[in-house]
T-cell receptor, first 118, second 110 residues
Framework: GAVVSQHPSWVICKSGTSVKIECRSLDFQATTMFWYRQFPKQSLMLMATSNEGSKATYEQGVEKDKFLINHASLTLSTLTVTSAHPEDSSFYIC??????????????FGPGTRLTVL | KQEVTQIPAALSVPEGENLVLNCSFTDSAIYNLQWFRQDPGKGLTSLLLIQSSQREQTSGRLNASLDKSSGRSTLYIAASQPGDSATYLCGLNTGNQFYFGTGTSLTVIP
């Protein structure tokens, strides 16, 4: 199946700093990438949807100025948590889907990034 | 807006038992439905994908069904094993967006 990677897998940062998380589709062109977050013991929630070359669409309640998403190529999307605070500590997961081939209308998920803000 | 519900929220069964997990959704306009497994602290693992035109998919001990008219999907796990213990999520792809269910936490007791 199609492979999606995330980097880093784990990050600890100080409050007020910014953290960038990368999501890559390794063997297919991801026209759409999704970013999710999961707070402890809660369901995974969609944060935003990004289509390559377009601005991301954010879910209600997600601050677009705080969670910057860039999907500049068909294999890479980045999520930057700006001025992170302890309440942003969460598990962030990306997924990707494509229009053809391996990932046609199916989402493939990255392994996730655990963010801890001190 | 699509609402996806999974019942029960938690389930505990003895090893070897067959079990069924349920997923209900409110809007039948979907492209496909996926069942996922999530282990603590890890990303989701896709188990089965059912396209909108399909009624069921099977993989090993797992069988997933889809009934769009009633807004239901089930995941059947045969001969459960302790290694099946995890949280199971269903997810719907509407073409524009993806919706997750609330999840069922499964514990298989040895």
């Amino acid at each position: 199946g199609a492979v999606v990677s995330q980097h880093p897998s784990w990050v600890i940062c100080k409050s007020g700093t910014s953290v960038k998380i990368e999501c890559r589709s390794l063997d297919f062109q991801a026209t759409t990438m999704f970013w999710y977050r999961q707070f402890p013991k809660q369901s995974l929630m969609l944060m935003a949807t990004s289509n390559e070359g377009s601005k991301a669409t954010y879910e209600q309640g997600v601050e677009k100025d705080k969670f910057l998403i860039n999907h500049a190529s068909l294999t890479l999307s980045t999520l930057t948590v700006t001025s992170a605070h302890p309440e942003d500590s969460s598990f962030y997961i990306c997924s990707a889907s494509g229009l053809t081939g391996l990932a046609f209308n199916e989402q493939f998920f990255g392994p996730g990034t655990r963010l801890t803000v001190l | 807006k699509q609402e996806v519900t999974q019942i029960p929220a938690a389930l505990s069964v003895p090893e070897g038992e067959n079990l069924v997990l349920n997923c209900s959704f409110t809007d039948s306009a979907i492209y496909n439905l996926q069942w996922f497994r999530q282990d603590p602290g890890k990303g989701l693992t896709s188990l089965l994908l059912i396209q909108s035109s399909q009624r069921e998919q099977t993989s090993g001990r797992l069988n997933a069904s889809l009934d769009k008219s009633s807004g239901r999907s089930t995941l059947y796990i045969a001969a459960s094993q302790p290694g099946d213990s995890a949280t199971y999520l269903c997810g719907l792809n509407t073409g524009n967006q993806f919706y997750f269910g609330t999840g069922t936490s499964l514990t298989v007791i040895p």
